[in-house]
């Protein structure tokens, strides 16, 4: 999180004093004649000298003295109608008897690439991004006076290990608290005025787009026209969407976030309502098209398909995040969801993985984490997972953990940098497509709440050493054969496929099997953790390939299931490598077929179309020594060695919501990762201890 600086250590730096609350911040001074530097000043400032009257403000809405978010919004909604649309404070507005404050979020850029300012009367080297948007700051002249502006590179003594550690758990407040957050993508180029208008037609549209049905919208003609697509798909493929900071400093800015790309600025709330307006199924499915209409209008090389993966970060990350900070609505993000988050953009330390998101978590489990600042990864994500382990008192971290993580840490241990973890693969959450029309917003239900494989019985852990933990459980099942290996997203290897001949079904007949066939394909959840029902046995009949589906959803006049030429691939290469898998005397194919009864419904073959989807991420296939079904862990960017293997362990442990896959490691064990058992989801293995005490029995594993 820091540009080198020159004369570390220097007198510029004195220290903090933490019972007056202060913090550092600039001010962008007017330039000197002939200077062609910037000129800031860096000084002390105390969070605790508020004015008379936002002290009033604050006791009037029960506040504790703390600056909130929610807090800070409606001080600022007073002042709505003349505050400028740069998010700064008018006249009268000031919290502090110094002003008030925002802060910036940029890129900070490569540290080989320096230029120099002026501050506090000396010369200071800082990264050419961070000198570029100070540049572009300083003509706005809205620094120059009593507002001001801390910045992590200047404002924090990056030399100082104990002050970095200090000031990182504080960021939640400092950004919490800010009048404002400046986020700061770069200068204008790429079309990004163009993006800015499309955007702006976008977010005028957010409240009429929710009330319409698919293939309702009605686009208008300027969308057809300019360069809006190619500017919008530039502008969220710049090198801020990457950073991982800026989720924490987004979100905690929320409505006090306003979007800067050279001289052009777009409120928060504006830009995410238009990036859900994109993400309606009307515009979504006609994204790429629309986007190549320009490429070839142009005459330029290029075939239409747009970069999501940022665009995904602001639509299910940071516009809902944001909200439930502004409202202070639910609990702190739970290890899972932080997981997600944090695999999906980039940072410089392994490290940063954790504390980048320090804001997010619960302050409890943050301040335990502060102290290991200093410790490699491997210890910090070690620590991590003993802090929510502990915390919440349950096992619940274990279904992250692995063996494949390149870091060393112990395997009950989730690695956080591990590249092989799919987003979009938890049953708790939506499903993607033939709701996009509705407001996606919601977080879906608790992870810990969705299945119950343990039963209630509490969790009986300790940690033994540092890289030890042993807990208490039992075996109920071992992984008798696999399906096939996950290869990225596009690809299965049926080649990798683990046949097991003597596989009997416990489930009963044929009708029975292909029951717990459709419930497995759908981990028995539907949209947001739903139970599935008799109605999803429509999986089985969800034609393969989509040259056959095609004809059957235009008879039916299912317009959003005919519209998925572009994404049917998963289920249809899914099935190609999957249906030779051996279920006693069948294969897995002879469960299916590809014609859609009549009277079907699309909204229930859109549910598991999506369902499957996100289903098939991150695992893999399974069939038990006992007779099951269900879904190993698929680690798909591991070598054919680091994979569940035949032969695994299937338990249960007291305190985990889900089966774990193990695997005995000489006198202890490792994790594989969370399974997924049809018929042992909801506490039934707990049963096993009474009814088959001779093969199942409770012991105490130790996981290395």
């Not at 979009?424 to 993607?432: A, H, I, K």
Request: charged share 25%; hydrophobic share 35%; proline share 4%.
């Amino acid at each position: 999180m820091s540009d080198r600086k020159e004369s570390k250590g220097s007198s510029l730096y004195k220290a903090l004093d933490n019972s007056r609350n202060e913090i550092r911040l600039v001010t962008i001074s007017t330039p000197t004649p002939g200077s062609k530097l910037l000129h800031l000043t860096l000084a002390h400032y105390c969070l605790d000298d508020l004015t008379h009257e936002y002290r009033n403000f604050e006791s009037s809405t029960n506040g504790d003295g703390r600056l909130h978010r929610g807090t800070v919004s409606q001080w600022a909604a007073q002042f709505q109608q003349r505050e400028s649309p740069s998010g700064l404070p008018p006249e009268g507005a000031e919290r502090f008897e110094w002003g008030d404050y925002a802060t910036l979020s940029y890129v900070w850029g490569s540290e080989q690439r320096q230029r120099p300012i002026i501050l506090n009367g000396r010369k200071f080297s800082v990264t050419e991004n961070l000198e570029i948007a100070l540049r572009a700051l300083s003509r706005s002249g809205h620094h120059g006076g009593t507002y001001r502006l801390w910045i992590d590179a200047l404002c924090i003594d990056q030399s100082n290990e104990a002050e970095r550690a200090e000031e990182v758990a504080r960021m939640r407040d400092i950004y919490s608290g800010a009048y404002g957050v400046i986020a700061w993508l770069g200068e204008e180029g790429e079309y990004s005025g163009d993006a800015f208008d499309l955007l702006e037609r976008f977010a005028a549209m957010a409240g009429e787009s929710r009330a319409k049905k698919f293939g309702d919208l009605a686009l208008p003609t300027s969308f057809f026209f300019g360069n809006g697509f190619s500017g919008l798909n530039a502008l969220m493929s710049r090198a801020y969407w990457t950073r991982l900071w800026i989720v924490q400093e987004v979100v905690l800015g929320a409505s006090a976030a306003v979007l800067h790309c050279g001289d052009r600025l777009m409120a928060w709330r504006t830009f995410s309502d238009a990036v859900d307006v994109l993400f309606r199924s009307d515009l979504w499915l006609i994204k790429d098209h629309l986007l190549q209409t320009e490429l070839d209008r142009r005459g330029v090389d290029g075939d239409g398909t747009w970069s999501t993966l940022w665009l995904h970060l602001v639509h299910k990350d940071l516009r809902p995040l944001s909200r439930y900070h502004e409202l202070n609505e639910g609990p702190p993000l739970g290890l899972r969801r932080l997981l997600d988050i944090a695999c999906s953009s980039r940072c410089r330390d392994r490290r940063d993985k954790v504390f980048a998101l320090l804001g997010m978590m619960d302050p409890a489990i943050a301040r335990s984490l502060v102290q290991d600042y200093t410790s490699d990864s491997a210890g910090l994500y070690t620590t991590v997972s003993k802090a929510f382990i502990t915390h919440h008192g349950n096992l619940e971290p274990l279904r992250e953990g692995n063996p494949w993580g390149k870091s060393n840490a112990p395997s009950w241990a989730a690695d956080w940098t591990w590249d092989g973890r799919l987003r979009y693969s938890r049953p708790e959450n939506p499903v993607w497509g033939f709701w996009q029309l509705s407001d996606q917003t919601a977080a879906g239900c608790a992870p810990e709440t969705v299945y119950s494989a343990a039963g209630t019985r509490a969790a009986e852990f300790r940690f033994d050493g540092e890289s030890s933990l042993v807990c208490k459980g039992f075996v109920f099942d071992r992984v008798a054969g696999l399906g096939a290996l996950g290869r990225g997203y596009f690809r299965w290897e049926s080649k990798a496929m683990v046949q097991f001949r003597t596989w009997k079904s416990a489930y009963g007949g044929n009708r029975e099997t292909a029951a717990a066939i459709y419930k497995t394909l759908l981990l028995n959840r539907v949209n947001n953790g739903r139970p599935a029902e008799p109605q999803h046995a429509a999986i089985l009949s969800l034609p393969k390939t989509f040259d056959v589906a095609r004809p059957q959803f235009e008879r039916h006049r299912w317009r959003w299931m005919a519209s998925q030429e572009g994404y049917y691939f998963r289920w249809s290469l899914w099935r190609e490598a999957n249906d030779r898998l051996r279920l006693g005397e069948q294969r897995l194919g002879d469960y299916f077929t590809d014609s859609i009864p009549q009277g079907a419904e699309e909204e229930v073959y859109a549910e598991v179309y999506g369902a499957f989807d996100r289903t098939s991420k991150e695992r893999r296939f399974m069939l038990t020594n006992r007779g099951y079904m269900g879904w190993a862990p698929d680690n798909i960017r591991g070598s054919k060695n680091d994979q569940t293997r035949q032969g695994d362990l299937i338990c249960i442990l007291f305190g985990c919501s889900t089966p774990l896959v193990i695997r005995p490691c000489g006198r202890r064990y490792q994790i594989v990762g969370e399974a997924y058992v049809e018929g042992f989801m909801n506490g039934q293995a707990m049963e096993l201890l009474k009814t088959d005490p001779e093969r199942v029995s409770v012991q105490d594993f130790t996981f290395c």
